[in-house]
């Protein structure tokens, strides 16, 4: 009785015997009743026979006849006091005849009374062929009744066990098809609620792959700096200030990274941390090139900042990585004698180009999803992850922005537009204050 299919089946037929057994036992004794008041009547309708035949019959004697179990007497009235209430009026009811009960009919006629008794003891022979009807009756009652609580139990149960099934494949990162929405409100609710979080923690599981998949991706990116600086400086080909502020800034983002990892694994959040401060994308761009100056000679192809201070409303280090993502894109896409030109658009955009050979027309519309272009980069290049502009475009639009891509057969350019800040800019005229008497400072 441990299932609840069991327990539910156990406490319906229960209840069902029950209801049966207390009806049985009441039409027991409604029956037995009614038997009694039928015997009562038959006694009070022959009495009332003999008696009118006794009146009719001049010539009636005086006599004790016995009928079957029936006696029949006529006697003077005062005969009979003992056994009835009043000689003189008819009447119907139990009584004591030698020693035993029985039921009587007395009724009047002239000078004399009759009397009609049988044993009250017949009564319980003329009811016990329905107590037996009684009895088969609630046997198949019973029978009834554990057949619908069987059904009754298993309609419960069964959508229950399915929750429960599916359950521990959701638990074991299993697939699971979604339960059918069925049977009594409770357990179409019960279904319901198991869909919505059966899709709800797919999708939970789906983002925390993804940005794992993605942080994994960026990791690699300051990791190459850091060593390709770090063997450049062992080579003589850059001066230890240079090297050590890139190795720093590089350092940073890396720590940034894991704390991203570190937010995730305390469920904080499922994406990447953005701050909002002013950003100059001409430095970004130009820091870009800086970085891939040695990539862009390896690959023989010409890496150029363009564009003048432009400032927008964003997070200088995801702008940055924005702006690696693409530029590491752009040099893997290039053949050997291009160029790939890092602009800065007074608008708050910044613009990646490049002379490849383009992305088709119908790849344009899903270049920023996930793995997409992952087969179809170019086979003299190194082939990145599939991440590289799914990350371009999350962090774009993290930062209120966004990223469009246009391309042809003289190459490609990804367009960033980021929030033009809303007060005056840093570095310009309108950032000083001139108060009398003393020079210009910044505020």
């Known amino acids: 009785m441990r299932s609840l299919r069991a327990r539910l089946f156990g406490a319906t037929l229960a209840a069902l015997a029950i209801t049966i057994a207390l009806t049985m036992a009441i039409g027991a004794v409604l029956t037995r009743r009614q038997v009694d008041r039928s015997q009562a009547a038959n006694v009070a309708r022959r009495a009332d026979d003999l008696a009118q035949q006794r009146r009719q019959d001049v010539n009636f004697k005086r006599d004790r006849r016995v009928s079957g179990s029936v006696v029949i007497q006529v006697q003077p009235r005062s005969a009979f006091a003992a056994l009835v209430p009043d000689v003189n009026k008819s009447s119907d009811g ?71 099934d599916a359950t521990r494949a959701l638990a074991a990162d299993e697939r699971h098809e979604p339960l059918p929405i069925g049977g009594t409100t409770e357990l179409a609710s019960l279904a319901q609620a198991f869909n919505a979080m059966s899709e709800q923690l797919a999708r939970s599981r789906e983002a925390e792959r993804d940005f794992l998949l993605s942080v994994s991706h960026e990791l690699k990116t300051p990791l190459t700096a850091i060593r390709g600086y770090s063997e450049g400086l062992a080579e003589g080909a850059f001066e230890p200030e240079e090297a050590a502020r890139t190795i720093a800034l590089e350092a940073g983002r890396l720590e940034r990274l894991v704390r991203d990892l570190l937010d995730l694994a305390r469920m904080n959040r499922s994406e990447f941390a953005v701050r909002c401060e002013p950003v100059d994308l001409a430095e970004v761009a130009r820091e870009a090139v800086r970085r891939h100056e040695a990539a862009a000679r390896q690959f023989e192809v010409s890496l150029v900042a363009r564009g003048e201070e ?47 050979p383009g992305i088709a027309p119908t790849d344009v519309p899903h270049a920023f999803e996930r793995f997409y272009l992952y087969d179809k980069a170019g086979k003299d290049r190194p082939v990145g992850s599939g991440l590289g502009l799914a990350i371009v475009r999350q962090l774009a639009r993290a930062m209120g922005g966004d990223v469009r891509v246009a391309s042809g057969p003289g190459g490609t350019t990804f367009e960033v537009t980021l929030r033009l800040p809303l007060g005056p800019q840093p570095g310009r005229v309108d950032d000083f204050e001139i108060s009398p008497g003393q020079t210009p400072e910044r505020v």
């Open 94 to 164: 139990e009584t004591t005849y030698q020693g035993r009960r029985q039921l009587y009919s007395y009724r009047t006629i002239p000078s004399l009374g009759l009397l009609l008794t049988r044993p009250a003891s017949l009564r319980a022979t003329a009811w016990r062929p329905f107590l037996v009807d009684l009895l088969l009756a609630a046997l198949a009652g019973v029978g009834l009744a554990a057949v619908l609580s069987f059904i009754v139990a298993r309609s419960i149960a069964r959508p229950i066990r399915r929750v429960a």
């Open 310 to 356: 432009t400032w927008v409303e964003a997070d200088v280090d995801r702008v940055l990585q924005v702006a690696s993502n693409l530029v590491e894109n752009a040099l893997r896409e290039t053949p050997a004698g291009g160029s790939v030109t890092v602009g800065v658009d007074p608008a708050g955009k910044l613009l990646v180009s490049d002379t490849g």
